[in-house]
């Protein structure tokens, strides 16, 4: 009986001290987010699990040194065995929505199997966002991830080729569509159906089914993320995707040129009232680096991605470099982060699709069990927000901008505050309160700040923090 007291006690003394190790893609502690698992403790050696959302995580292995830190702080203890492990979070199946006649439109559902849907976007063609798609999927895979990519963009599909494929794909028995693997990731493209001799014209209505059958008639199996290439601009097939599956969130891909950018708001713009989570910008073909001095040469205009991820409120992933190798090796099959995996493009592939995922886990958790508002308004100097239960919440503007959770203001390793505490003028408030996925609001607040995304569950927290510190 003692014994297993003892043991009870040190496990909760073991939770105490990784309780100190944040995870700074969800800015949580790891203790809270459920990764401690387990635990086993005989003195002098501790053991125990840390189980990540997101294999592409950047800071595994910070997360893993830290916790080895916290854990030798026990007494007794000299030993701390930590094991890394990870389960991909899954996004939420879509919600019943009433249409402006008073229809109801069923609940999307995901196809079975797949725990999340990226969409690759891009407001005009030949910015890179296929070639995007492609690396994306295969430096998921390179983490450990299972994954797969389905070519939308069915008037150019191009991921046949990117993959090097130029076979035909089969069929079962139930007439359900066997996706082809290559490097590791399960591919279903218009390329694999048709041949260059008989190629389909495809008209609106005909694509949108098309894109249907693709998720809905393909053997995906069990996959972490389906990357999905949709074809460039804002039209049917985007329409019926957004409409028939719920996305876990888009990534919109541009170039830096002035005229590409402003095209890419407009994609962009595409997603907001459906409610698919933008998880941010890629800026392609942003730079040129030397081969002999390293040195980087912005060919275009600098930073055009990232202003408008600024204007905009909405991160931005990162800038690839324009390099030739890209191009050979997307025609000859074999994408640069497999062909040559150091390449400055690779590695700019590979902190793209780190930041992807921590986006992907973030909004997951985020999403996980939330109560949901059923109406946001805003009076006598507050948002107020009643939620799904008929509760009601009330935060006053000042404390909300103080309390932004945005990267600008909180240090994403401690989560300490950055930002001083912030005097603001009579008559500050919200110009903006956008959703965000179902799970957050972003607000443009009057003094141009815009890029913090208030997740529910963080308001119900700092509602009862705000509680706690009045009591
Ligand atoms: P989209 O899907 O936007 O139409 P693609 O991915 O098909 O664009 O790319 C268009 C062309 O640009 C292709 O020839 C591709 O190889 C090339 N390309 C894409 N990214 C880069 C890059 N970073 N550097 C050089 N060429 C690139």
Not at 261 to 269: N, P
Not at 333 to 359: C, F, K, L, N
Not at 406 to 419: F, H, N
């Amino acid at each position: 009986m003692l014994d297993a007291d003892a043991e009870m006690i040190k496990e909760q003394d073991v939770l105490d001290k990784l309780s100190a190790v944040r995870d700074p893609d969800l800015g949580r502690d790891i203790v809270s987010l459920g990764y401690a698992k387990n635990i086993r403790v005989c003195a002098p050696i501790v053991t125990c699990d840390i189980e990540l959302t997101n294999p592409a995580s950047g800071a595994k292995e910070r997360i893993k040194a830290e916790a080895i830190k916290a854990l030798l702080e026990l007494p007794e203890i000299d030993q701390a065995n930590v094991n890394l492990t990870w389960q991909v979070s899954a996004s939420p199946e879509g919600v019943q929505r009433t249409l402006p006649g008073g229809q109801v439109a069923p609940a999307p559902q995901k196809p079975a199997g797949v725990k999340n849907l990226l969409a690759v976007a891009s407001g005009k063609g030949g910015v890179g966002k296929s070639t995007v798609a492609a690396n994306l999927a295969v430096a998921l895979h390179q983490t450990g991830a299972s994954v797969g990519i389905l070519d939308a963009d069915v008037y150019g599909p191009s991921q046949g080729t990117m993959f090097g494929l130029h076979q035909r794909a089969e069929a079962d028995e139930n007439q359900r569509l066997i996706p082809i693997e290559s490097h590791g990731v399960r591919i279903m493209s218009m390329g694999l159906l048709t041949t260059k001799e008989t190629p389909v014209i495809w008209r609106g209505p005909m694509a949108s089914r098309l894109i249907q059958q693709f998720l809905s008639g393909v053997l995906w199996g069990e996959l972490d993320y389906l990357i999905i290439d949709l074809p460039p601009g804002t039209g049917d097939v985007q329409l019926t995707l957004t409409q028939s599956v719920p996305l876990t969130g888009a990534v919109i891909v541009t170039t830096p040129q002035d005229v590409a950018v402003t095209i890419a708001e407009k994609g962009l713009r595409m997603f907001q009232p459906v409610q698919v989570p933008v998880l941010g910008i890629i800026e392609n073909m942003s730079y040129f680096v030397c081969s002999h001095c390293d040195e980087k040469t912005h060919i275009f205009s600098k930073g055009g991605g990232e202003r408008i991820s600024q204007e905009l409120g909405i991160p931005f992933l990162g800038g690839i470099p324009i390099d030739p190798e890209v191009v050979r090796s997307g025609d000859e099959g074999e994408p640069i982060v497999v062909r040559q995996p150091d390449a400055p493009a690779s590695v700019a592939y590979r902190e793209i699709t780190a930041r992807v995922a921590a986006a992907v886990a973030r909004a997951n958790y985020e999403s996980a069990a939330v109560d949901r508002p059923k109406e946001i308004t805003e009076s006598d100097g507050k948002l107020k927000i009643v939620w799904a239960d008929d509760s009601e919440s009330a935060f006053p503007f000042g404390v909300l901008r103080n309390h932004c959770p945005c990267a600008v203001c909180v240090d994403e390793w401690t989560g300490k505050r950055k930002s001083l505490i912030l005097l603001l003028a009579a008559d500050f408030r919200p110009m903006s309160v956008e959703p965000v996925g179902n799970y957050a609001i972003q607000i443009t607040w009057s003094d141009g700040h815009n890029t913090g995304i208030y997740s529910f569950k963080g308001l119900k927290e700092l509602e009862r923090e705000l509680e706690a510190s009045k009591a």
